[in-house]
């Protein structure tokens, strides 16, 4: 099966619609000669063509109709692959990336992830795949054949009409949105009509990421005591074993709602981060004024329960890491990046909302109260564990992921622990993806640097589309 990289041009006036006029040297590379019929994919696009090759040129040129009615521009640089055995020629692959919304800028028409998209349009371009994107509030109904969406192009945003693509990038942000029945029915649509890929399908809970990986001993080593709460039986026995427990919403993100518990001279002390970042302390003179407290505070929310970790500190504040872990051109996990997370002193979350900050590993770890004597392992301990973990969830939970925001913890002994596992990892503007990515561009900046981690997502898209 023959694949080149090639770019779409459109033949002048007058010229015939079913004819695909290709070079000769990609004509050649692919095993095509003049007079061939072939059918032209892209996407799930199809078009019967007649194939004319021009010697000695790379040209790749459709009637202007037919790039219209395949959302096949002028300019567009794609792969191009050959089934003799279908007598086909696939253009592609194509990327359709769902977010939750498109607002009405047309500068930022996707708020503060337009940086990342432009970044994403840019490294499509670069290697040979289209990039388009679309909104949850905006699918296609009934037996449509095309999707409403985005796409940049001559120095802005503009909207067309796309075929179904090769695979769908999961962006929706929001759990309610995923889970709504046009979503899902979307979902079910897409996977039946096209066979194509849909990676980062959904979101995981704090619960379901623990309970699948107890199954894998493999990373037994990594997982801190965890259990879903049930009752408030389990709070006493971890308060037993632990001097210190967590209790984390199963469906939070940022750091919100997640309370601590410890013991003291005097009873218990429980810490709750609010919504702003704000702790909120409480005392307790015994365990019947505590489990009453938190009845009340925990009902209606599912919550994880969750030992204590001591943590390793920078000048008495609490650091643990965040792992990027996509798949890349191989298919396989790849570490992308892994950084430091350090907490503010008001708070014992890192999260960068919270007003944590960054930090490279070694920095970090240099810099903490970890013993000079076990530095080097534990960070080698961080990218292999980061690797183990992803690898192992894949084996038990039954959804496509490319890419994971591993949170990880280094205790002071040197141990490497999970705090959780992220299946949207933030892409927004003021948020970095990893320790390489710096000042996502604007929609209007030229040129874009496209950073390893962008780069990555259209290099596994390429993977799943055999370019």
């Known amino acids: 099966m023959a694949k080149i990289k090639i770019t779409v041009t459109h033949s002048p006036a007058g010229a015939e619609e079913d004819v695909l006029i290709l070079g000769g040297i990609p004509a050649k590379k692919l095993g095509l000669v003049t007079g061939t019929a072939v059918t032209l994919r892209f996407g799930s ?3 019967r063509m007649r194939l004319r090759v ?3 040129s790379n040209a790749f040129r459709l009637h202007p109709a037919v790039g219209a009615a395949m959302a096949l521009p002028g300019g567009t640089p794609l792969c191009v692959r050959h089934q003799a055995a279908e007598h086909t020629l696939v253009l592609g692959p194509l990327l359709g990336v769902l977010l939750r919304k498109i607002g009405s800028n047309p500068e930022r028409p996707f708020g503060s992830v337009t940086g990342f998209c432009r970044e994403l349009t840019e490294a499509g371009k670069k290697l040979g795949t289209a990039v ?3 909104a949850a509030d905006r699918l296609p109904v009934g ?14 945003w503009h909207a067309a009409s796309f075929p179904y693509p090769d695979a769908v990038y999961n962006r929706i942000t929001s759990r309610v949105i995923e889970n709504s029945p046009p979503v899902q ?56 074993k632990h001097s210190v427990i967590f209790l984390k919403p199963i469906l939070s993100s940022l750091g919100k709602g997640i309370i601590r518990v410890g013991r003291s001279p005097s009873g218990y002390v429980c810490h709750i981060a609010g919504a702003n970042g704000a702790v909120n302390q409480a005392t307790f003179a015994g365990q019947p004024a505590l489990i009453k407290h938190l009845s009340a505070r925990m009902a209606g929310r599912r919550y994880l329960i969750q030992e204590g970790i001591d943590l390793i500190k920078i000048d008495g504040n609490s650091a643990d890491f965040r792992s990027l872990v996509q798949r890349g051109e191989t298919g396989a996990w790849e570490v992308t990046s892994i950084v430091g997370r350090v907490s503010a002193g008001h708070t014992f979350v890192s999260n960068l909302a919270r007003g944590g900050r960054l930090a490279t590993v070694r920095e970090t770890i240099g810099h903490s109260n970890l013993p000079p004597s076990l530095q080097e392992a534990a960070m080698a301990r961080l990218r292999k564990a980061s690797l183990d973990i992803a690898e192992a969830l894949e084996k038990q939970i039954d ?8 949170d990880l913890a280094v205790d002071t002994r040197g141990r490497v622990l999970l705090l959780e596992i992220n299946s949207k990892p933030s892409k927004e503007d003021n948020t970095p993806l990893g320790a390489e990515e710096k000042n996502p561009p604007t929609a209007k900046e030229t040129p874009v640097k496209v950073r390893p981690s962008v780069k990555r997502v259209v290099q596994y898209v390429r993977y799943l589309g055999k370019f």
């Open 45 to 47: 696009a199809e078009r």
């Open 54 to 56: 021009e010697p000695k």
């Open 132 to 134: 388009f994107f679309f």
């Open 143 to 156: 037996p449509s054949a095309t999707i409403s969406g985005w796409t940049y192009s001559k120095g802005g």
């Open 185 to 240: 029915q979307f979902f079910r649509t897409f996977k039946a009509r096209t066979g194509g890929m849909l990676f980062n399908e959904r979101y995981l809970d704090k619960a379901e990421v623990f309970q699948a990986l107890k199954k894998e001993t493999s990373v037994g080593v990594y997982l801190p005591e965890s259990y879903l709460y049930r009752n408030p039986l389990m709070l006493k026995k971890m308060l037993g």
């Open 399 to 406: 959804a496509h992921f490319a890419e994971l925001g591993i």
